[in-house]
């Protein structure tokens, strides 16, 4: 498995405040099938803002307590980018991607998808960039219709669902608006999003039960293989399952039925 958000680099944001206990949720992390990490610290202009030397400086010493700790589990850079008219600016001059690839990971208000969201996304998109909109499933516009998300995904949006979410970790309602988003295949990768505040263990879970109620290749899909494409920039299909409607057969009419 490849974990494509997280908040383990520690002293840079809501998420760990300490370097020992970002390697031990790495090292849970190791042990529960994770072979690679984006270390995605939120970027939020005025909030969670930083240089890039500043975010490499913390990633890279992290990295070297890892392999001084003897931990083979692979770490790379990435921010959850808070989604702001003219962010493109600051994405272009930190380099706010995942790893060296095109893909970057956004999100916005929870309460509900602003109305200029993706007039805020196409600039992003014409400049060449693959944004995915993290935890789709806990905003309440998608809570509402969960469609929205199949819209996205549509005009180019990828779309990430945690894995504590399908636990139920967040509440019935986020639950059930994240299984609607797996099961129709609205969402192309199951991250955890973890910010060390407990034992790590969502993601193997996840991934086990959709391989229960769906199938082993879907969330391998989800679990792996699309995050695995990131690194290379490779491309990620944004529909990947089909659903075939048959036409319904046409009547003939008694004349036809006798004499055909």
Not at 16 to 38: F, K, N, P, T, W
Not at 178 to 194: Q, R
Not at 217 to 227: I, M
Not at 234 to 256: A, E, L, N, T
Request: aromatic share 10%; charged share 25%.
């Amino acid at each position: 498995m490849i974990d494509i958000h997280t908040h383990i680099i520690p002293n840079i944001d809501d998420g760990s405040d300490d370097a020992q206990e970002s390697i031990a949720q790495l090292r849970a992390m190791q042990d529960c099938g994770v072979r690679g990490v984006y270390l995605t610290s939120h970027y939020f202009r005025g909030h969670y803002q930083y240089s890039r030397d500043e975010y490499d400086a913390k990633f890279n010493a992290l990295k070297q307590l890892a392999d001084k700790e003897g931990l083979s589990i692979v770490l790379m850079p990435g921010f959850e980018i808070f989604l702001q008219s003219d962010i493109l600016i600051d994405i272009k001059k930190h380099s706010l991607t995942m790893g060296h690839s095109p893909y970057i990971l956004i999100e916005s208000e929870l309460n509900g998808l602003p109305n200029d969201f993706y007039n805020n996304v196409f600039p992003l998109l014409r400049a060449g960039y693959k944004p995915i909109l993290a935890h789709a499933e806990r905003y309440v516009s998608i809570m509402k219709k969960p469609s929205i998300a199949e819209s996205l995904s549509n005009r180019n949006v990828y779309i990430q669902t945690n894995a504590g979410s399908l636990l139920g970790l967040y509440g019935e309602k986020v639950m059930k608006t994240a299984w609607t988003l797996v099961e129709n295949g609205w969402t192309h990768f199951i991250a955890s999003d973890d910010h060390v505040r407990g034992a790590y263990g969502v993601q193997a879970e996840a991934k086990r039960l959709i391989e229960e109620r769906i199938d082993a290749h879907t969330a391998d899909l989800l679990c792996r293989l699309y995050p695995a494409s990131i690194a290379g920039g490779d491309p990620i299909p944004y529909q990947y399952v089909f659903v075939h409607h048959s036409r319904p057969r046409k009547r003939r009419s008694w004349f036809k039925r006798i004499f055909a």
